[in-house]
Structure formats: structure tokens, C-alpha cells
């Protein structure tokens, strides 16, 4: 059984950064997608970043130019800076893993989320 655990979330002021871990154990075999996920009150789940087994990256229009997704392999750790961060970024942000594309907007795999509260 797959488990991740999100870190880093905070309070930040407008412009600032701050740098999201998600550290995963147990069967990976097969995860080939692993990505972060953000959820607002009043807003649809939105997928802001996913990186793949062989490295490849995707980001949401919103964030590219200001988020960077990551992984240390032999950490077993997925990484998500933000820099520039705007008020509109606050949001519970979950780091997930799903095996397919298929499954990249119902991923099978989640974290309990952390908080990320940007200040104007």
C-alpha cells in the first residue's frame, strides 16, 4: 500500500516562497505519476504539477513560471517550490500518485494535504 505524507505548508506573505515535500513509501511499483494537487474552499480540485517516472513535468497555466516539481528518488520524496506565490495560491495542497494518465484526476493514492496560506 502506497502512503505519502505532505510537509512544508505555512503562512507566507505575497511574493514569498516555500517548498512542499512529499515523502512516499510502501508499493510504488507501477506509480508512474506523481503530482500535486490543490483544494480551495468554494473551488474545484485542481492539478497544479505532475512529474513522471522518467522525469517529465507538467504544470498548470496558473502556476508555470513560479512552481517547480521535483523528486529525489533515493529520498523518496516529490518536491514542489513555489516561488512568487500570490494570494490566490492559498489552498490545502495534497500530493498524490496514480500508475496511468487515466487515473491522473481521480488518483488512487493521496496524502492528508498541507496547508499553504498566502497574505496579501
Known amino acids: 500500500q502506497v502512503q505519502l505524507v505532505e510537509s512544508g505548508g505555512g503562512l507566507v506573505q505575497a511574493g514569498g516562497s516555500l517548498r512542499l515535500s512529499c515523502a512516499y513509501s510502501?508499493?510504488?511499483?507501477?506509480?508512474?505519476?506523481m503530482g500535486w494537487y490543490r483544494q480551495a474552499p468554494g473551488k474545484q480540485r485542481e492539478l497544479v504539477a505532475h512529474?513522471?517516472?522518467?522525469?517529465?513535468?507538467k504544470y498548470a497555466d496558473s502556476v508555470k513560471g513560479r512552481f517547480t516539481i521535483s523528486r529525489d528518488n533515493a529520498k523518496n520524496t516529490v518536491y514542489l517550490q513555489m516561488n512568487s506565490l500570490k494570494p490566490e495560491d492559498t489552498a490545502v495542497y495534497f500530493c498524490?500518485?496514480?500508475?496511468?494518465?487515466?487515473?491522473?484526476?481521480?488518483?488512487?493514492?493521496w496524502g492528508q494535504g498541507t496547508q499553504v496560506t498566502v497574505s496579501s
Open positions: 512529474i513522471t517516472s522518467g522525469s517529465s513535468v
Open positions: 498524490a500518485a496514480s500508475r496511468w494518465s487515466m487515473e491522473l484526476m481521480t488518483p488512487p493514492f
Open positions: 510502501g508499493t510504488i511499483s507501477n506509480v508512474n505519476f
